[in-house]
């Protein structure tokens, strides 16, 4: 038992590093299909990656030196269905037929890694009719891949890390994880009825998708970013001065490249939002390059207190000191404007724009449109 909390441990360890790699695809996606990102979805996923990694770490630790491997000489695969009983049997004496035997069989050692590998995938079943609405001959075959994926990569030895299996593939884990996975399944029915149900958990996401959130367009802005800087990087070999190969490239991805795209750059439709006019039609293109010509505009302005203060770095200390007042200033007067401008729009229940957005008659809304999801199955 002891093993196994410290595997848990590790896994609880790990799963922090686990989630930053997979938290980006995860709210792609997420906001793809719901536009938002509920409290209830974000534990339900991330509880599940946190299950799968204890179950991994539970099947393949601890790991034994491959020299310890090498020397092994015991046969790597059980096929005989059953064995389990032969083998309580010869261990502890257990017969079915003397009630004397069944305490000892009990608390053996091989009851304990039976009932393990029953409960090692009945989180799995829960979250195969809850979460994923799986029906029940689905659950049953993903529950029996899922034991065959455990028992594979021991019997791979950790994908060939190894010289030779280093445990047993056993088909009685095949049966004992797959009935656990059933079990979960069929538990899970009478707690559907106090659980949050899926159906309003997916309602409240489509509503909070409705609007543009701003995490929601952050995130978008990232992936462009990251796309600009290619387009900035290329622009800046043909335009030696800087301030001007940063606007313009600004305004080629964000302006006319968007434009062209339906208000829709390659952030936007990863996270399914898109500029529109105010009234919700095509943005118009000069209403487009205003939008963000106001933007370049205002970072502009920090190329210009850069170059004033290249201009006085030679002079007295007191311009020099002005032109640091002048950049701190004007960064701080954009942070203030942008929180002031970040509280406005979350207390606005119109769909209210950030400044940019009002003066240039445009907004960003959502493309999300509702799916329908699948019946869930009927319980037994």
Known sequence: MTFYLKVVWQAVMVFPFAAAVIALPFLIHHYRKYGSMTFARFFLAYSFVLYGLCAYFLVILPLPSREAVAQMTGPSTQLIPFSFFRDLHKETGFLLDDPSTYLPALLSTFTLQFLFNIALLVPLGFYLRYYFRRKMLSAVLISLGVSLFFEFTQLSGLYGFYPRAYRLFDVDDLLCNTLGGFLGYVLTGPLMKILPDRDKIDERSYQKGERVTFTRRGLSYLVDLFFWSILYVVTSRFVSWQALAFGLSYLLYFGLFQWACGGKSLG????????????????????????????????????????????????????????????????????????????????????????YGRLSGTRLASTVLRQPEPIPPAQP
Do not use: H, P
Not at 325 to 341: I, K, Q, R, T, Y
């Open 268 to 355: 936007k439709r990863l996270t399914k939002i898109c500029v529109v006019n105010q009234n919700g039609t095509r943005v118009l293109l000069w209403r487009c390059l205003l939008r963000y010509g106001l933007l370049v505009v205002f970072l502009e302005a920090y190329w210009a207190v850069a170059w004033l203060f290249s201009l006085t770095s030679s002079l007295a200390f007191g311009s020099e000191f002005l032109s640091l007042f002048l950049v701190s200033l004007w960064f701080l007067a954009g942070v203030f404007v942008l929180l002031l401008e970040t509280v406005m729009n979350r207390s606005s229940q119109t769909g209210r724009d950030y400044l």
